[in-house]
């Protein structure tokens, strides 16, 4: 059974930061891209961040260029986003995303970024 379970999220001041983790199961994870993607209310889903199994590439969103950094550690089955200099736009359910082919999606966790 396939399962991808986010954590970290929770609520922080503007200018703070935040480490999301998602721990998968039930594929081959090191097959897999794996990314972040996130969405606020009222607006489509968007792509966050994306790291490729191959060669362990990266790509980031622009509005997250410089702030926010993927990372995976294959041997724990697991992907992070460390999000630092956090703002009120990046307000939103966080979701983990793995791809090779198939896509399978996380359940979400919610980011809130306020004073």
């Known amino acids: 059974q396939v399962q991808l379970v986010e954590s970290g999220g929770g609520l922080v001041q503007p200018g703070g930061s935040l480490t999301l983790s998602c721990v998968a199961s039930g594929f081959t994870f090191s097959r897999y891209a794996m990314s972040w993607y996130r969405q606020a209310p009222g607006k489509e889903r968007e792509l966050v961040a994306a790291?490729?199994?191959?060669?362990?590439?990266?790509s980031y969103a622009n509005s997250v260029k410089g702030r926010f950094t993927i990372s995976r550690d294959n041997a724990k089955n697991t992907v992070y986003l460390q999000m630092n200099s956090l703002k009120p736009e990046d307000t939103a359910v966080y979701y983990c995303?793995?791809?090779?082919?198939?896509?399978?999606w996380g359940q979400g966790t919610q980011v809130t970024v306020s004073s």
């Open positions: 995303k793995a791809q090779r082919g198939i896509a399978y």
């Open positions: 790291m490729y199994s191959g060669d362990g590439s990266t």
